[in-house]
């Protein structure tokens, strides 16, 4: 999953967090299935913007969205080596080094009211992440993160009162329980642990909002970063002892790392500076098909086309609510 931008504060604009970008006002209204902190505020018209930009923001988008999946999907090759959790603790490590070096927190200025959701945000981030690829192992990538994908499709229906809106949160749950319904090969666990991975994701949003609102810039959320990583850091030192990486394990976990944070926060960067937020929600959203294209093509983890239909009804509820929306 991505990591998501810090909220502005009211102190001057800040790059956000790895793996998505820009500074938005803290109490800007999330659209539909996107991070509220994705939000940037009045972005021009997208047919005013020059056709070369509008291209390579496109262009950019396609391979932020590709490198984030295709991170996990070699990072899932490492699973028989360190296990999922071994993995996530490399990634954390990456996620850490990237952030703590674009956020620069002043941790000694942290104050108890600024400390609380910095701590909530860390362990909500290493569960989200660790959730997240132990179902991947158990359920493959599509599902797993069409799954997690619930979360801030949840966030943005939750408090909308929209007629259309309530049509998108039925068919999305349509779609969950089409996915769910009993049959011999259904891993339950595993789609509970996508489930937890939306959970976490949705808690990851609420308070990346309140970190941006109370520590300024990227700060918040680099320290997160930091102590979500030493909160790995035994897990790291286990794994590394009871079950020693190869070489290429190790290389493995390294590059999902860096696919999954670095490469896709720069190319974000580098998108919400030419395409409106509206756009990039839309194609956020877009996701969970992209991971059902690696988890096939990547690892030969083939859908049905009943899930098939499942991922497309979620993606176009999502896409449906976001161009259905004013302002």
Do not use: K
Request: with cysteine; glycine share 10%.
């Amino acid at each position: 999953m991505r990591l998501a931008p810090a909220s502005r504060t009211p102190a001057p604009r800040a790059t956000e967090i790895a793996h998505r970008t820009a500074p938005t006002p803290a109490d800007s209204d999330p659209g539909p299935g996107l991070d509220p902190s994705l939000e940037r505020g009045p972005a021009p018209d997208l047919d005013q913007r020059p056709t070369g930009r509008r291209f390579a923001g496109v262009a950019t988008m396609i391979g932020s969205g590709l490198s984030n999946q295709t991170g996990a999907a070699i990072g899932s090759q490492a699973f028989p080596v360190m296990g999922p959790v071994g993995v996530v603790a490399v990634r954390q490590y990456v996620a850490a080094i990237v952030l703590l070096a674009v956020g620069r927190p002043r941790l000694r200025s942290f104050t108890w009211w600024q400390w609380r959701p910095v701590v909530g945000l860390a362990v909500v981030f290493g569960t989200m992440n660790l959730s997240l690829y132990s179902a991947i192992d158990r359920i493959g990538l599509g599902l797993a993160v069409t799954l997690e994908f619930l979360g801030p499709l949840c966030i943005a229906l939750a408090g909308s009162r929209r007629r259309v809106d309530a049509c998108c949160a039925l068919v999305a749950a349509a779609a969950v329980v089409t996915l769910m319904r009993p049959r011999p090969s259904a891993d339950y666990p595993g789609m509970g642990l996508g489930l937890l991975a939306a959970v976490c994701w949705a808690s990851y949003i609420l308070l990346n909002r309140t970190v941006g609102r109370r520590v300024p810039g990227a700060q918040g959320s680099a320290a997160a970063a930091g102590i979500s990583a030493l909160m790995f850091l035994p897990v790291g030192i286990a794994v590394a002892v009871h079950q020693p990486p190869t070489v290429s394990a190790a290389a493995y976990a390294i590059i999902a790392g860096a696919l999954s944070s670095a490469v896709p926060y720069l190319a974000d960067l580098f998108t919400l500076r030419r395409v409106p937020a509206q756009a990039f929600g839309l194609f956020m959203s877009v996701n969970p098909v992209l991971a059902a294209l690696v988890g096939w093509v990547g690892l030969g983890q083939d859908l049905g086309w009943t899930e098939w239909i499942s991922v497309g009804a979620i993606v176009a509820a999502n896409a449906l609510s976001i161009l259905t929306r004013r302002g």
